[in-house]
């Protein structure tokens, strides 16, 4: 089963990818020092390179501004939605061809 916690803050995964840095230690070290995957700093250095722009993919703003431009997205869908629904709703309640 996964573990349940909370994200790491951003002020620690900035640490320990300059840890890593300067230390000369290998992901593996650095990782078991601080009591994380290798895996989660792996991710963290390779997103710390991409928002240095050393990489090519997308910054960490463009992620949290994506995350959010679809949520905003995902919220005018169903507004759009119930909309929809409440128009044909009234327009057969306003139809007297409808009624008996």
């Known amino acids: 089963m996964p573990r349940s916690h909370a994200p790491y ?3 620690f995964r900035a ?10 230690k290998t992901l593996k070290e650095v990782a078991g020092d601080l009591g994380i995957s290798t895996e989660s700093l792996r991710h963290w250095v390779k ?9 090519p993919g997308l910054t960490t703003d463009e992620r949290l501004e994506l995350r959010k431009l679809r949520r905003e997205v995902k919220i005018l869908q169903e507004e759009r939605d119930i909309l929809k629904k409440a128009a044909a709703f009234f327009v057969r309640e306003a139809d007297p061809r409808g009624r008996e």
């Open 47 to 55: 997103q710390a390179e991409i928002d240095q722009g050393k990489r």
């Open 15 to 24: 640490e320990a990818v300059q840890l890593w840095r300067s230390s000369g």
């Open 9 to 11: 803050a951003p002020e």
